[in-house]
């Protein structure tokens, strides 16, 4: 892990203004200040604080000809009509090497007990994706630890995925299994609108020592306003992008877009937009895509951010809003499954309801062929279940269907494999699986759906 310098120090110093405006409280409505004096100066996304500092701030989220609406990230009982309110600026981080290991809030603030002091440049949360034309493709396919994504659903470097998953199906399990699995330079984790408990056992059991030593943590818990939960989504995103910037490979675990977009809900409530489809706004069909377009590969001479979102899928349903528009923005997605949960097969993928878009083009012609022979085992055995476990289907009755029922539970189990091996040993496990009479394609076996 770095540690901070005197450039840290003298960075920290270095931003401190001399100055800065001031405006007046004028109306204070819940979590929403109105403030007078600085319509001039201040846009969409500006802090504000009323002791100028980033103890306690306000975020702008509306502005008119003569006054202000700002939604706050404290307490607004500390607060009365007519207090002073500075203007701290566009909202930024100053990221840093030393900031490597540490645990941190949407603000840059430590939650681990030591300092932290700011980089020497200053990277703004609202930062723009990479220029179309001189982004660099995918890169090479990632070890993860899982055979599942090491041969069936392939990740490659600078990929974006969703990981659509319902509570209590292995979600924050495999997203620390990748975290320490995954060969990236850094990773860095967004853990947007997670209870306190859970992020202390995600630290300590999930993510350990080993994980955590080359990990960012940016948190904003349950309990927090819905302002510093939306900020924990970007702020996260501007941590990686930095890093990318230095040319590494970024990890980042973005846990959960669901709760990202509550909180930014919740604040387009407080800014007077109508809620539309699922009882949404309008703007998150746009937001989303703004916040994922801004992972992935960078221009020449920068490193990738190789992007894992999960979603909360209430009942399993991926058709939900917020699943809906990131399946049309990612570069693929796994679904976990209640119902292969309980039957104690982890990770619980259903991998016949997730995609990969980095295939064909990320596995040669012999390990696509393995793929599809898996994925048609998956097909038929789904169809011909029911039929089996109603003690309606007789065993000589169709090859393919014979062949499926008879690997099946090797298949299963190899899905659900969790093993330190590269992608080709991984492969050839596959093809040792599936070894047999293979009659599949175009068989009797399309009889059976």
């Given at each position: 892990?770095?540690?901070?310098?005197?450039?840290?120090?003298?960075?920290?110093?270095?931003?401190?203004?001399?100055?800065?405006?001031?405006?007046?409280?004028?109306?204070?409505?819940?979590?929403?200040?109105?403030?007078?004096?600085?319509?001039?100066?201040?846009?969409?996304?500006?802090?504000?604080?009323?002791?100028?500092?980033?103890?306690?701030?306000?975020?702008?989220?509306?502005?008119?000809?003569?006054?202000?609406?700002?939604?706050?990230?404290?307490?607004?009982?500390?607060?009365?009509?007519?207090?002073?309110?500075?203007?701290?600026?566009?909202?930024?981080?100053?990221?840093?090497?030393?900031?490597?290991?540490?645990?941190?809030?949407?603000?840059?603030?430590?939650?681990?007990?030591r300092p932290l002091l700011r980089g020497k440049v200053g990277w703004p949360l609202?930062?723009?994706?990479?220029?179309?034309s001189g982004r660099r493709g995918l890169g090479h396919r990632l070890e993860t630890?899982?055979?599942?994504?090491?041969?069936?659903?392939?990740?490659?470097?600078?990929?974006?995925?969703?990981?659509?998953?319902?509570?209590?199906?292995?979600?924050?399990?495999?997203?620390?299994?990748?975290?320490?699995?995954?060969?990236?330079?850094?990773?860095?984790?967004?853990?947007?609108?997670?209870?306190?408990?859970?992020?202390?056992?995600?630290?300590?059991?999930?993510?350990?020592?080993?994980?955590?030593?080359?990990?960012?943590?940016?948190?904003?818990?349950?309990?927090?306003?819905?302002?510093?939960?939306?900020?924990?989504?970007?702020?996260?995103?501007?941590?990686?992008?930095?890093?990318?910037?230095?040319?590494?490979?970024?990890?980042?675990?973005?846990?959960?877009?669901?709760?990202?977009?509550?909180?930014?809900?919740?604040?387009?409530?407080?800014?007077?937009?109508?809620?539309?489809?699922?009882?949404?706004?309008?703007?998150?069909?746009?937001?989303?895509?703004?916040?994922?377009?801004?992972?992935?590969?960078?221009?020449?001479?920068?490193?990738?951010?190789?992007?894992?979102?999960?979603?909360?899928?209430?009942?399993?349903?991926?058709?939900?809003?917020?699943?809906?528009?990131?399946?049309?923005?990612?570069?693929?997605?796994?679904?976990?499954?209640?119902?292969?949960?309980?039957?104690?097969?982890?990770?619980?993928?259903?991998?016949?309801?997730?995609?990969?878009?980095?295939l064909p083009h990320a596995a040669s012609d012999d390990e696509n062929a393995l793929?599809?022979?898996?994925?048609?085992?998956?097909?038929?055995?789904?169809?011909?279940?029911?039929?089996?476990?109603?003690?309606?289907?007789?065993?000589?009755?169709?090859?393919?269907?014979?062949?499926?029922?008879?690997?099946?539970?090797?298949?299963?189990?190899?899905?659900?494999?969790?093993?330190?091996?590269?992608?080709?040993?991984?492969?050839?496990?596959?093809?040792?699986?599936?070894?047999?009479?293979?009659?599949?394609?175009?068989?009797?076996?399309?009889?059976?759906?």
């Amino acid at each position: 892990m770095a540690h901070a310098t005197l450039d840290n120090v003298i960075a920290e110093l270095e931003v401190r203004p001399r100055a800065r405006r001031v405006g007046r409280i004028v109306s204070i409505q819940g979590s929403c200040l109105e403030v007078g004096g600085l319509s001039s100066s201040v846009g969409l996304g500006h802090l504000l604080s009323p002791t100028g500092s980033r103890d306690h701030v306000a975020e702008v989220i509306s502005v008119d000809e003569n006054s202000v609406l700002a939604l706050a990230g404290f307490s607004t009982a500390t607060v009365k009509l007519g207090d002073p309110i500075l203007q701290l600026g566009a909202a930024e981080l100053a990221p840093d090497e030393s900031w490597i290991g540490r645990i941190i809030d949407p603000l840059g603030r430590p939650l681990d007990g030591r300092p932290l002091l700011r980089g020497k440049v200053g990277w703004p949360l609202m930062s723009r994706p990479p220029a179309v034309s001189g982004r660099r493709g995918l890169g090479h396919r990632l070890e993860t630890g899982l055979r599942s994504l090491n041969t069936v659903l392939p990740l490659v470097r600078g990929q974006r995925i969703g990981l659509f998953a319902g509570p209590g199906v292995g979600k924050s399990t495999m997203i620390g299994r990748l975290a320490q699995d995954v060969a990236a330079d850094v990773v860095v984790i967004a853990m947007c609108g997670e209870r306190g408990r859970e992020v202390t056992e995600f630290t300590r059991r999930v993510l350990g020592p080993a994980g955590l030593a080359k990990s960012v943590m940016v948190v904003a818990t349950s309990d927090e306003p819905s302002m510093m939960r939306k900020l924990c989504g970007f702020s996260a995103m501007s941590v990686a992008e930095y890093f990318r910037s230095l040319g590494l490979h970024v990890l980042l675990l973005f846990d959960s877009v669901t709760r990202f977009a509550d909180a930014h809900r919740e604040v387009a409530l407080s800014a007077g937009e109508a809620m539309g489809v699922g009882g949404y706004p309008a703007s998150m069909v746009s937001l989303l895509p703004t916040l994922c377009e801004r992972a992935g590969p960078g221009c020449e001479g920068e490193g990738d951010i190789t992007a894992v979102f999960s979603v909360l899928v209430a009942g399993g349903d991926i058709e939900n809003p917020v699943a809906d528009t990131l399946r049309g923005v990612l570069d693929g997605h796994i679904v976990l499954s209640r119902k292969i949960a309980e039957r104690g097969r982890f990770p619980s993928i259903d991998v016949l309801r997730s995609v990969s878009r980095a295939l064909p083009h990320a596995a040669s012609d012999d390990e696509n062929a393995l793929i599809a022979n898996a994925r048609e085992v998956l097909t038929i055995f789904e169809d011909l279940e029911p039929m089996v476990r109603a003690g309606l289907y007789e065993p000589g009755q169709d090859a393919s269907a014979d062949y499926a029922l008879s690997v099946w539970s090797r298949l299963d189990a190899f899905i659900g494999e969790s093993e330190p091996e590269d992608v080709a040993s991984s492969y050839d496990a596959l093809r040792t699986v599936l070894a047999g009479e293979r009659p599949l394609g175009g068989g009797p076996a399309s009889n059976l759906g």
